[in-house]
């Protein structure tokens, strides 16, 4: 079966190809800029030592942890310990479980999409959950990768799947980190998410990598009745990066939330696209994206929210906000809300816009140096998204990391 | 402590203030009255130092240091407060982190330690009772979602913390029921230790059965054109600024 999907993705993606800029979904995302003309698909080498860990750990020491160097799992550098029930592991290991093969493909679909064609064509490694049903892990699963290519014409191809059963919970970080300023290459993630009868998983990604490496990345949820997704995707690093985000209402009474945050400066480009798919009643949406942009960099958001004929009582909000820090920095926003139920409540909103210099003066008035006062606003206006990452070590460690970078 | 001379300034190619005197010395309360638009809160504004406000002409000196030169947060650091006509809502910034921020940068200028996070406490609990905030307000985004009272005893208490030696206050009555005035008259009583002076802006002579000054200045098409005692306030209260118009186009 896997093997069959895998020679349609082939067929998608030479079909497809890759996108160029006159693709409306691909306007401000010009992939040949990073695209090697020889691209290569194997890892570079290892090199990665447990001491290189430490400055990554961002979710704190007590927690699952898969590490993975340059898409290839690295079992010596991580420590699941023994979870009762659940699996989990590098998907490697765990091609003949019959739930990974049951899901695997299914999720997502790469018709229309050519990284993730590509992504499901070639090799890769990446991580497989299967929560049972009434299974909550306490412990945080972090998914941590670290870029050790110097070489530029690597394509570095991740996937993994989590299946959540009824009733289970887990919260996962994925986190992507450089060995150094000079690692680069292409990152390719395809996240595929299953949310079965009132599971409750969370994900947040940190987008650590270095600013000479790019990253596009698809997620996928399907969630069931009276499931909750809750994800967090924290983008200060990274040279182009392409966050794909879309998420499946597929019964009633679902709940999910999506925050956004990119802190942005000298020639880096960050495209959010998320997609909110209401196709039942009386589920909630709401999602927040904020960005601060300087230097010469730029953000794209483009949102979209469906509601389908059946999904009446829908309740779906969307927000994007942006501070520009220079002339030269730029952001493209675009709502795209389309409604075929008549018993709903949506809104949206986008604003882009400098710093609020009545506020800077009244700062500045009360003896805060101007330096100073700026860096206190941007850091208020980035809180709101950074406050709804639950684990208090997460949390602070990118508050932390986001502050450094707004001080620059 | 202030002296300011000729000052003439403009906001938005609209001159405002024409060539105004005073001077101010410490322990002095100054009133500062007139009719809309005669360039009271351009005062306080040009004192302040907001960008917008260009000074064409004239001197402003705050003991022996040239104002104009300095920004807005050296003017702080030197002893200048302006509480804000209208307080500005902060998202995101709680008020005591603030505060402490403000504190602890006014201290450095001056050569002190900052306060760690125990003493900021403690002289913050201290000054809350000056103008009877509740522990909440301080926990809360500074101004956000405050009642205009509660905004300009954030003021005060504001001005309590960073105890400066020259207080701007840009009609800090304007909003305030009868309690909150009495609040507010309150906490800047308790500030004036002899040494403090201030400099306060307002339209209605009410304020200053609270806060008693020591002189009366009616301001009028950007200068002053009149100057008296408390009973000065008493006398426009009853008779308007119509009596002093006549007198200044005469």
């Known amino acids: 079966?896997?093997?069959?999907?895998?020679?349609?993705?082939?067929?998608?993606?030479?079909?497809?190809?890759?996108?160029?800029?006159?693709?409306?979904?691909?306007?401000?995302?010009?992939?040949?800029?990073?695209?090697?003309?020889?691209?290569?698909?194997?890892?570079?080498?290892?090199?990665?030592?447990?001491?290189?860990?430490?400055?990554?750990?961002?979710?704190?020491?007590?927690?699952?942890?898969?590490?993975?160097?340059?898409?290839?799992?690295?079992?010596?550098?991580?420590?699941?310990?023994?979870?009762?029930?659940?699996?989990?592991?590098?998907?490697?290991?765990?091609?003949?479980?019959?739930?990974?093969?049951?899901?695997?493909?299914?999720?997502?679909?790469?018709?229309?999409?050519?990284?993730?064609?590509l992504n499901t064509a070639v090799d890769h490694e990446g991580v497989f959950i299967h929560v049972p049903a009434n299974a909550v892990i306490g412990k945080t699963i972090h998914i941590l990768h670290v870029n050790t290519n110097e070489q530029s014409d690597h394509i570095t191809s991740i996937r993994n799947l989590i299946v959540a059963e009824k009733q289970a919970a887990i919260s996962i970080v994925e986190s992507y980190h450089a060995l150094n300023k000079q690692c680069n290459g292409l990152i390719n993630v395809v996240n595929e998410i299953v949310v079965h009868e009132s599971a409750r998983v969370e994900l947040c990604k940190a987008q650590l990598d270095s600013d000479a490496a790019s990253q596009i990345n698809f997620t996928q949820t399907i969630q069931e009745k009276n499931?909750?997704?809750?994800?967090?995707?924290?983008?200060?690093?990274?040279?182009?990066?392409?966050?794909n985000l879309h998420i499946k209402l597929n019964d009633t009474n679902c709940t999910a939330h999506l925050f956004g945050l990119y802190i942005l400066d000298g020639e880096q480009l960050t495209d959010n696209h998320t997609l909110v798919d209401h196709a039942m009643p009386n589920c909630f949406s709401n999602e927040l994206y904020k960005g601060?942009?300087?230097?010469?960099?730029?953000?794209?958001?483009?949102?979209?929210?469906?509601?389908?004929?059946?999904?009446?009582?829908?309740n779906a909000y969307q927000s994007n906000k942006n501070i520009l820090l220079s002339d030269d920095a730029t952001m493209n926003t675009k709502p795209q809300l389309e409604i075929f139920a008549d018993d709903v409540k949506c809104t949206h909103g986008a604003t882009t816009g400098q710093l609020d210099e009545e506020?800077?003066?009244?700062?500045?008035?009360?003896?805060?140096?101007?330096?100073?006062?700026?860096?206190?606003?941007?850091?208020?206006?980035?809180?709101?998204?950074?406050?709804?990452?639950?684990?208090?070590?997460?949390?602070?460690?990118?508050?932390?990391?986001?502050e450094a970078k707004l001080m620059q | 402590m202030l002296t300011i001379k000729n000052l003439h300034a403009r906001v938005e190619e609209k001159q405002i203030l024409n060539g105004l005197n005073l001077d101010v010395k410490p322990g002095e309360v100054h009133a500062i009255m007139g009719p809309n638009g005669s360039g009271k809160s351009t005062l306080a504004s040009v004192l302040a130092g907001r960008e917008e406000y260009?000074?064409?002409?004239?001197?402003?000196?705050?003991?022996?240091?040239?104002?104009?030169?300095?920004?807005?947060?050296?003017?702080?650091?030197?002893?200048?407060?302006?509480?804000?006509?209208?307080?500005?809502?902060?998202?995101?910034?709680?008020?005591?982190?603030?505060?402490?921020?403000?504190?602890?940068?006014?201290?450095?200028?001056?050569?002190?330690?900052?306060?760690?996070?125990?003493?900021?406490?403690?002289?913050?609990?201290?000054?809350?009772?000056?103008?009877?905030?509740?522990?909440?307000?301080?926990?809360?985004?500074?101004?956000?979602?405050?009642?205009?009272?509660?905004?300009?005893?954030?003021?005060?208490?504001?001005?309590?913390?960073?105890?400066?030696?020259?207080?701007?206050?840009?009609?800090?009555?304007?909003?305030?029921?009868?309690?909150?005035?009495?609040?507010?008259?309150?906490?800047?009583?308790?500030?004036?230790?002899?040494?403090?002076?201030?400099?306060?802006?307002?339209?209605?002579?009410?304020?200053?059965?609270?806060?008693?000054?020591?002189?009366?200045?009616?301001?009028?098409?950007?200068?002053?054109?009149?100057?008296g005692t408390k009973e000065l306030a008493l006398e426009l209260e009853e008779k308007g600024y119509d009596w002093i118009k006549e007198e200044v186009e005469a």
């Not at chain 2, 500030?191 to 806060?211: A, C, E, N, P």
């Open chain 1, 1 to 117: 079966m896997i093997a069959e999907i895998k020679k349609e993705a082939v067929e998608t993606f030479k079909r497809l190809g890759f996108p160029s800029t006159k693709n409306e979904e691909w306007k401000y995302f010009n992939v040949q800029q990073i695209l090697p003309d020889q691209p290569v698909f194997s890892a570079a080498p290892a090199r990665l030592s447990a001491s290189d860990l430490t400055p990554c750990m961002i979710a704190g020491n007590n927690v699952h942890l898969l590490v993975f160097e340059n898409g290839i799992y690295r079992a010596d550098l991580s420590s699941t310990g023994a979870i009762e029930n659940l699996v989990i592991g590098p998907i490697s290991s765990l091609k003949e479980n019959q739930t990974f093969k049951n899901n695997f493909g299914k999720v997502v679909s790469f018709g229309t999409e050519p990284f993730v064609a």
């Open chain 1, 227 to 243: 499931s909750t997704f809750d994800t967090v995707t924290v983008t200060l690093n990274g040279r182009l990066t392409r966050n």
């Open chain 1, 292 to 314: 601060v942009i300087g230097g010469k960099a730029s953000g794209v958001f483009n949102g979209k929210i469906f509601v389908r004929k059946d999904a009446q009582k829908t």
């Open chain 1, 359 to 402: 506020a800077l003066f009244y700062l500045r008035a009360r003896g805060i140096g101007e330096k100073s006062a700026r860096t206190l606003l941007n850091i208020a206006f980035v809180a709101d998204v950074l406050n709804n990452i639950k684990s208090d070590e997460l949390r602070e460690t990118l508050q932390q990391k986001a």
């Open chain 2, 54 to 227: 260009e000074v064409l002409d004239g001197t402003v000196t705050f003991n022996g240091v040239d104002l104009l030169e300095l920004s807005p947060e050296d003017r702080a650091r030197a002893g200048i407060f302006l509480a804000f006509q209208y307080p500005v809502e902060i998202p995101g910034v709680s008020n005591a982190n603030f505060l402490k921020t403000a504190v602890n940068e006014v201290r450095k200028s001056k050569g002190l330690e900052p306060y760690d996070s125990k003493d900021f406490l403690a002289v913050m609990k201290e000054k809350m009772k000056l103008v009877e905030m509740d522990k909440q307000m301080t926990t809360r985004s500074v101004n956000e979602g405050f009642s205009g009272g509660e905004k300009k005893r954030n003021e005060i208490f504001q001005m309590a913390m960073l105890e400066p030696q020259l207080a701007i206050m840009d009609e800090t009555d304007s909003g305030l029921d009868i309690d909150a005035l009495r609040i507010v008259s309150n906490g800047v009583n308790a500030l004036r230790d002899g040494k403090r002076s201030f400099i306060v802006i307002t339209h209605y002579q009410r304020l200053l059965d609270y806060i008693v000054p020591d002189f009366v200045h009616v301001l009028y098409k950007g200068r002053i054109v009149k100057s």
